[in-house]
């Protein structure tokens, strides 16, 4: 059985951040579960560009209120009790508004090692 907390968790190296965005990740690929888990904090009226090429995502918002624009597709509005599925690989930007950050409980497959960081092109690399 795995235990963890979000704190011990967030005071660790499992704590990645970046300018729009931090992610803690709570189960990675070593845990031999078949997904990652992360809770991840969208900060407050930033946009974020992303293409899991390599990756399913499943995110659904526990807090704040955001939108997702698929790039070349619609923009769906995010609040609490929204889930969204990044089922095709979909190219897509996401914004949070002003005055709240989101925070979302996100499921990748496969499971990420707990190092990546987007590239310019909004892609996470397979790492071993």
Known sequence: MIVRTLDECRDSERRVAS??????RMLLKN????????ITTIYQDTETHIHYK???????????EGEIEVIGGETYPIKPGTLYILDKHDEH?????????MVMACVFNPPITGTEVHDENG???VLD
């Not at 390599?54 to 704040?64: A, I, K, Q, T, W």
């Not at 930007?93 to 950050?101: F, G, N, S, T, V």
């Open 19 to 24: 300018e729009t965005w931090e992610s803690v």
């Open 93 to 101: 930007y996401l914004r949070a508004y002003k005055d709240k950050e």
């Open 123 to 125: 892609v996470y690399p």
């Open 31 to 38: 845990d031999n579960m078949g997904f990652s888990f992360h």
């Open 54 to 64: 390599n990756h399913l995502e499943s995110v659904y918002c526990m807090s704040g």
